[in-house]
């Protein structure tokens, strides 16, 4: 017998299933389902019920999935004072994973504040910022300041 409605049912534990949806004739043509409000990082136990035209039931092995993690994403947000120097346009921001270490340009900035994202969890970045004027003059780093990202 060819099956002609589905539902799939899931929870926590093999054999205590909660029926996800309303029977239905979608599974057998695309041959994916969406199953909402599970929570990240999650072990659940799935399982398809289908029945034939006859109305004959049958259920299918456990299955047993992990829903992923939700990936915090963090952001660095930098404030500087403005330069006291005559015709700055703009600022160069910089960024290094070691104190006075290499700045690689991240940014140039017309205003006064800037936001690094996205940033990698369990590292340290030091930043600097220079000054540019209208001929393209850079201004020496500013004092170096530190965050760590948890």
Same mark, same amino acid.
């Given at each position: ?5 589905a539902h %799939?049912?899931?929870?926590l534990a093999?054999g205590?299933?909660t029926?996800? &949806? +309303? ?5 057998w043509?695309? !041959? #994916?389902? #969406? %199953?909402?409000?599970?929570? +990240? ?7 398809i019920?289908?029945?034939? *035209?006859? /109305?004959?039931w @049958? !259920?299918s092995?456990?299955? @047993? ?9 963090? *952001?660095?947000?930098? /404030?500087?004072?403005a ?15 070691i104190?006075?270490?290499?700045y690689a340009l ?6 006064l ?19 540019? /004027? &209208?001929?393209g003059?850079?201004?020496?780093y500013? /004092?170096?300041? !530190?965050?760590? @990202?948890?």
């Open positions: 017998a060819v099956p002609t409605i %799939i049912e899931y929870g093999a205590s299933y029926k996800s &949806s +309303a029977n239905s004739t979608q599974y043509r695309s !041959k #994916t389902a #969406t %199953i909402s409000g599970l929570t +990240a990082g999650t072990t659940y136990h799935l399982r019920v289908a029945a034939d *035209s006859s /109305n004959d @049958i !259920k092995l456990d299955y @047993i999935c992990t829903t992923t993690k939700t990936a915090a994403q963090h *952001s660095v947000k930098l /404030n500087w004072q330069s006291s120097s005559t015709g700055v346009t703009g600022y160069r921001v910089y960024r290094s994973t104190s006075g270490g290499y991240l940014a140039s900035a017309a205003g504040t800037y936001t690094d994202t996205p940033v990698q969890s369990g590292t340290t970045y030091y930043y600097v910022v220079s000054a540019i /004027n &209208s001929t003059q850079q201004s020496t500013s /004092n170096q300041t !530190k965050a760590v @990202i948890p």
